[in-house]
């Protein structure tokens, strides 16, 4: 059974900076990609960034100039950097795992696996 869970999550001010982590446990049976994407309400869940084993990551345009994916393989986890937070940046922030042919997506719907969230929330 894979396990996703987040940590991190809290209160910052605009302009402040938060890195969220995201560890995997269980057995991952193929090649994996992992993922950050975020849910606000009233609004559809989007995607961040996602990266592969090798390292290659893909990002979101929105997020590229703030935001900085990394990984410890060996740890199984994933890191979210988030620079310069705006009030906009407030949402549920989700970890996701595929466990299939290791390539990254930003497609909500490629992923098999999902944590239960950790809350950012940006004070102006």
């Known amino acids: 059974q894979v396990q996703v869970v987040e940590s991190g999550g809290g209160t910052v001010q605009a302009g402040g900076s938060l890195r969220l982590s995201c560890a995997v446990s269980?057995?991952?049976?193929?090649?994996?990609?992992m993922a950050w994407f975020r849910q606000a309400p009233g609004r559809e869940r989007e995607s961040i960034s996602c990266?592969?084993?090798?390292?290659?990551?893909r990002y979101a345009s929105d997020f590229k100039a703030r935001f900085a994916i990394s990984q410890d393989n060996a740890r199984r986890s994933l890191y979210l950097q988030m620079n310069n937070l705006k009030s906009d940046d407030t949402a549920m922030y989700y970890c996701?795992?595929?466990?299939?042919?290791?390539?990254?997506?930003?497609?909500?719907?490629?992923?098999?696996?999902w944590g239960q969230g950790a809350q950012v929330t940006v004070s102006s």
């Open positions: 996701a795992v595929d466990d299939s042919d290791g390539i990254c997506s930003t497609s909500a719907q490629y992923y098999d696996y």
């Open positions: 269980g057995t991952l049976r193929y090649q994996y990609s």
């Open positions: 990266i592969q084993e090798d390292g290659t990551s």
